[in-house]
């Protein structure tokens, strides 16, 4: 073995010089960089997918954007529900009203009554833009809610999940909105009806370790970061360097624990297809 | 942060001291049937007041050899899932359950997350939120995020006078909100983790108090748990799963 091939890579990141007078000639936000593949790409090529078009990552998108591209037809439910501050946390409404005005929502999800190609079911689409999608006591309500009213209709449940994890600034009740939406998931899937998990960029923490794992079908877009500790967490724990692409969802499927890695131009019909199989309504 | 330092303290009282002192008889069942056996949960059954329960405890160690093998007590996917096992046994012949935790959470290894451990909580919730069975769960030490929760997801939750229960801990909680570890007398103070806050949220049921005399701590609990036993195996399983919904339903 030649021992030359053992040696890490000296070349790293660290010693290229960056050409900052380069970066000044090139204006904010023209130019999106694929944070798994390095691939640059000019913003305004990016279509209403928003994906690399070297890697078929995802990048963080709103779920009103995303309901644009994936949903015929959507009637959104509990809209109006906003964020408590049950611990009266310091700033914290501040961060909630920007992140209103980032997404366009009152909640970190939106949910409500979807119809795509003619079939109807119970949506729910976590948005990372509105404080990393983190489950707030109002989110747990929003997705309780979001199952009471599907098993009560006899609907399928579609999730896109993206989450942070736990709401910090909400504290220990932010931790019981994982078994207040899993008692929910429970209800519905005996009511025998079909609980579809689509998990994107990033799904981490507390709803990696409940409602996102509870899915009758588990499916995950390319690259999306799916896991339960935080890289840096975990890094420091074992004193140790992890690969790059450890919670890449395609790590996590080799691993057994989720079903299919879909492409999102794909999703509206492998969607479609699956939502035959489950529900009263689709039967 | 007085209450965080008393919990975490080494004189509280031990998982493997509970065990001897409550349940003199309890004989250990091993593994999760699936991948291994994790000792950061020492879990088996065991004769209390005429009755056979299912007993689960999370267990830190005392050599230091033992408490790296436990992860210092944070259970790995195959400890979350042996507890899983056993519960989901104990709801067949209807034996109470009865869960003492003392975490910091759950092991943020590698092959932690590698072998699901975001999946084997997310199992714990679902499974053993409607095993059908009374249980009953304890926090004596430290109760640190979805680690604990995966065994407080039951009927009842009391809480030793000194001990915890929180989203994180309040070094991960500064950690995340201020990026500075530092900052965790700062977190404990915001983060309502006492056992009078949680009482107040209704969070959990009751608080234990903690006197000096390890024995008589354990008549406290067994005091909790006659009392609370009696009360959850009167009612009839759909009145059981009924109430669990409910004391979930309205966080």
């Given amino acids: 073995m030649v021992k030359l091939f053992q040696h890490k890579n000296t070349l790293t990141e660290k010693h290229v010089k960056a050409n900052k007078s380069a970066d000044d000639r090139v204006p904010d936000g023209l130019i999106k960089k694929c944070p798994k593949c390095g691939h640059e790409i000019f913003a305004n090529q990016l279509d209403q997918y928003a994906t690399c078009p070297e890697c078929d990552y995802g990048f963080r998108i709103s779920a009103k954007k995303r309901s644009k591209w994936l949903l015929d037809d959507f009637e959104e439910w509990d809209s ?3 964020p408590s501050d049950p611990l009266h946390f310091p700033n914290y409404d501040q961060k909630i009203a920007k992140a209103k005005k980032a997404s366009g929502l009152n909640e970190a999800v939106m949910t409500g009554l ?32 979001l199952f009471e009213k599907a098993t009560e209709k006899k609907l399928p449940v579609v999730l896109f999940t993206a989450s942070g994890g736990a709401r910090m ?15 929910a998931v429970a209800k519905h899937s005996q009511a025998g009806l079909l609980y579809i998990v689509v998990l994107t960029d990033p799904t981490t923490g507390g709803v990696t370790a409940s409602f996102a794992n509870e899915g009758d079908i588990i499916l995950a877009e390319p690259h999306a970061m799916v896991g339960f500790a935080g890289r840096r967490v ?42 035959q199989f489950g529900g009263e309504n689709n039967d | 942060m007085d209450i965080v330092k008393a919990a975490r303290d080494e004189k509280h009282i031990s ?32 004769t209390f007041h005429g009755q056979t329960v299912t007993v689960i405890t999370t267990s830190r160690g005392h050599s230091l050899n033992e408490r790296i093998q436990k992860h210092f007590g ?3 996917p195959t400890g979350y899932r042996k507890a899983c096992r056993l519960v989901k046994n104990a709801a067949k012949f209807h034996r109470p359950v009865i869960l003492f935790v003392d975490t910091a959470g759950a092991y943020p290894g590698k092959s932690a997350e590698e072998n699901g451990q975001g999946q084997a ?25 979805g680690g604990a929760l995966a065994l407080a997801c039951g009927d009842e939750v009391w809480m030793m006078k000194n001990s915890i229960y929180s989203v994180l801990s309040p070094e991960g909680f500064a950690s995340i909100l201020w990026k500075d570890a530092k900052k965790a007398v700062q977190a404990a103070d915001v983060m309502k983790l006492t056992p009078q806050d949680l009482l107040k949220f209704k969070v959990i049921e009751g608080i234990i108090d903690e006197p000096e ?6 008549d406290e609990i067994d005091d909790v748990l006659q009392k609370e036993l009696k009360k959850l195996q009167s009612l009839s399983d759909t009145e059981l799963l009924a109430r669990r919904y409910e004391r979930y339903r309205k966080f």
């Fill in chain 1, 80 to 82: 109006e529900i906003s």
């Fill in chain 2, 213 to 218: 005399d390890h024995q008589q701590v354990c």
């Fill in chain 1, 169 to 183: 600034q909400e504290g220990i009740l932010s931790l019981m909105q994982m078994a207040k939406v899993t008692n």
């Fill in chain 2, 15 to 46: 998982g493997h001291e509970i065990r001897q002192r409550l349940f003199p008889d309890f004989f250990e069942l091993h593994g999760d049937r699936l991948s291994g056996d994790d000792p950061a949960i020492v879990s088996g059954l065991a």
């Fill in chain 2, 74 to 76: 944070q259970p790995e």
């Fill in chain 1, 114 to 145: 979807a119809t795509i190609q003619g079939q109807q079911f119970a949506l729910g689409i976590m948005d990372p833009t509105f404080i990393m999608g983190s489950l707030g006591q109002m989110t747990g309500e929003k997705l309780s809610r």
């Fill in chain 1, 234 to 275: 975990i890094e420091q724990t074992i004193h140790e360097k992890l690969a790059a692409d450890m919670q890449d969802a395609e790590n996590v499927l080799k691993h057994g624990f989720i079903d299919h890695i879909v492409k999102r131009q794909d999703e509206k019909k492998t969607l479609a297809w699956l939502l």
């Fill in chain 2, 121 to 145: 909580i997310a199992q714990n919730l679902l499974q053993i939120g409607q095993a059908k069975t009374p249980i009953i769960t304890i926090m004596y030490g430290e109760g640190g995020s």
